[in-house]
């Protein structure tokens, strides 16, 4: 139980993190068409605006990403915990089932 969870929190690290490295690499390219722009001087603050837009959103968005690792690390330390607890019980069950074994007889 606690392996897929822990590989269902994996893939949604790792979902995070490439959604996260690809609005990167747009903005990155945003930035490369605004430098081109304000080397030939035309429409430079409207692609200023939209890029700074971007940035905006990409720091907003790896906020939320930031929060939500940090919340599905927290769920997975309490999935394990009970898994864990649940395991301890599973043991306590064969010493219960030999005790009552015993007073049978």
Known sequence: MASASSSSAKVLFDDSKKRL???VAINVNNLGS???QVVRGS???ELLNQSL??????????DYSAQNLNKMSLILQHVSYH?????DSCH???YLKE???AMER
Do not use: E, G, W
């Not at 837009?53 to 790896?62: C, G, K, P």
């Not at 898994?83 to 395991?87: E, T, V």
């Open 21 to 23: 490295c690809a609005r």
């Open 34 to 36: 605004v430098a081109r």
């Open 43 to 45: 429409k430079s603050n």
């Open 53 to 62: 837009r971007n940035f905006t959103q990409v720091d907003i968005v790896s």
């Open 83 to 87: 898994y864990d607890a649940m395991n």
């Open 92 to 94: 306590h069950l064969d």
């Open 99 to 101: 005790q009552v074994t």
